[in-house]
């Protein structure tokens, strides 16, 4: 007879077995900003009027115009409030649009239009005139509140900016303020993909001008040409400005060359701003980019960007400086990074990305990436944002090398 006990016969441990289904799909979101005026009214009323075969939820500040004019193809859905008391927070549109109206950005209110959940495919935030769209971004991207609830029903898909072919210059360069950066610099930063919308009241002379100083401000935006927000949907929506898994198209093609921007005016070719090719470091009223070309990187300088990057977005100063810079001391430059993307290699050939919003950050491998897609001969890394000089520039090169 054994000496082993019937308690000692291992038994079976209900293992918990990883699910073969594949996740959920989340919902995309875009976050809308533009300058005052720049037609981000008109954008969002043709999205919601048009037969475009895309079911958006549109979630705005107000109702406003766009209700006023849709009144009559408005059609008022909700079971649960016959006498429609609460019908203005939705609206159920005739081209499958879902309109949606909130105060603020409230989680509650996005929480609410979650219910409704399989009755649309994307989401379009649209922001204030004067919104920083960074914070609001961030709230949409790597924050652990967010991914425990939220977060398993949308992902932050990318930021649109819309600016005024006539004024968008003079705007950018207005803005500045005593302290800080001004709004419509910032949303140029912030943005993923920029419409510079009313072309048709401009000379082509100042669109390129005025694409040159968007250029200047965020290298790594997709710039498109518009009249009164007339875009295929398909090149502002699903552009997945912030995976992390895999590398999007636009984003390749962005560093590739930077400054190329396509004209949707039937206009087939890219303008291209040759001027600015080769150069690396941009300027304006105190918002600039850093550009810079990274190796194949071996463990050592991996960690080493790594270490950089926590530095600089969560210390605000170089690696090798003790603190941040005085802030009495008028000709010191603090570093506030904005945005900041990249892919590169490992020297194991591995592809690699790197998403950053303000001081959050991430830097992922490229499990499965398109061959299609082509990557640059070289990894380039972009940082938008303050105080970003050309010791900023070196401190970051003599990481790489
Ligand atoms: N000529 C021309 N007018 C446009 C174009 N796009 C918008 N407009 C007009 O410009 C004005 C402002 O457009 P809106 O769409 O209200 O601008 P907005 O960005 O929503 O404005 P705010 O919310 O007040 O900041 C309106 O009278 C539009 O009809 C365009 O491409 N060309």
């Given at each position: 007879m054994s000496d082993i006990e019937d308690d000692d016969v291992p038994t079976l441990i209900d293992a918990?077995?990883?699910?073969?289904?594949?996740?959920?799909?989340?919902?995309?979101?875009?976050?809308?900003?533009?300058?005052?005026?720049?037609?981000?009214?008109?954008?969002?009323?043709?999205?919601?009027?048009?037969?475009?075969?895309?079911?958006?939820?549109?979630?705005?500040?107000?109702?406003?115009?766009?209700?006023?004019?849709?009144?009559?193809?408005?059609?008022?859905?909700?079971?649960?409030?016959?006498?429609?008391?609460?019908?203005?927070?939705?609206?159920?549109?005739?081209?499958?649009?879902?309109?949606?109206?909130?105060?603020?950005?409230?989680?509650?209110a996005i929480e609410k239009l979650m219910q409704r959940k399989g009755a649309f495919d994307h989401i379009l935030l649209e922001t204030t005139g004067l919104a920083d769209p960074g914070p609001i971004a961030s709230m949409f991207w790597h924050n652990e509140e967010f991914a425990m609830g939220l977060g398993r029903d949308i992902h932050l898909d990318g930021v649109l900016c819309v600016v005024d072919a006539v004024f968008g210059l003079s705007q950018m360069e207005e803005d500045k303020k005593i302290e800080g950066l001004g709004e419509s610099l910032r949303q140029v930063a912030g943005a993923d993909v920029v419409l510079v919308n009313k072309i048709d009241l401009a000379s082509p002379e100042d669109v390129e001008n005025l694409e040159d100083a968007i250029s200047q401000v965020n290298p790594a935006a997709t710039i498109h040409r518009t009249v009164k927000g007339e875009i295929d949907l398909g090149l502002i929506m699903g552009i997945d400005a912030y995976s992390t898994d895999k590398i999007p198209l636009t984003k390749a093609e962005n560093f590739v060359d930077a400054t190329d921007s396509v004209c949707n005016e039937g206009c087939a070719e890219s303008h291209h701003h040759s001027h600015h090719k080769g150069s690396h470091h941009y300027e304006m009223r105190?918002?600039?980019?850093?550009?810079?070309?990274?190796?194949?990187?071996?463990?050592?300088?991996?960690?080493?960007?790594?270490?950089?990057?926590?530095?600089?977005?969560?210390?605000?100063?170089?690696?090798?400086?003790?603190?941040?810079?005085?802030?009495?001391?008028?000709?010191?430059?603090?570093?506030?990074?904005?945005?900041c993307k990249g892919i590169f290699t490992r020297h194991t050939g591995d592809v690699y990305v790197l998403q950053g919003v303000r001081n959050m950050y991430e830097i992922s491998k490229v499990e499965d990436h398109d061959s299609n897609v082509g990557l640059p001969d070289e990894g380039k890394l972009v940082f938008i944002g303050k105080g970003l000089t050309e010791q900023v520039r070196g401190s970051l090169e003599k990481v790489l090398r």
């Open positions: 918990e077995v990883p699910s073969t289904e594949p996740p959920e799909p989340t919902v995309p979101l875009t976050i809308i900003c533009g300058f005052l005026g720049a037609g981000k009214s008109t954008l969002i009323r043709r999205i919601l009027t048009e037969k475009h075969g895309y079911r958006i939820a549109v979630i705005m500040n107000e109702f406003g115009d766009t209700a006023d004019i849709e009144a009559k193809a408005i059609n008022v859905a909700s079971p649960d409030d016959p006498l429609g008391e609460t019908s203005e927070e939705f609206l159920e549109l005739a081209n499958g649009c879902l309109c949606c109206s909130i105060k603020d950005l409230g989680i509650a105190g918002i600039s980019s850093l550009q810079v070309s990274c190796p194949p990187l071996d463990p050592v300088h991996f960690d080493q960007l790594d270490a950089w990057i926590r530095t600089v977005l969560w210390e605000c100063r170089l690696p090798g400086q003790d603190s941040k810079p005085d802030q009495s001391d008028k000709t010191a430059t603090t570093i506030e990074v904005l945005r």
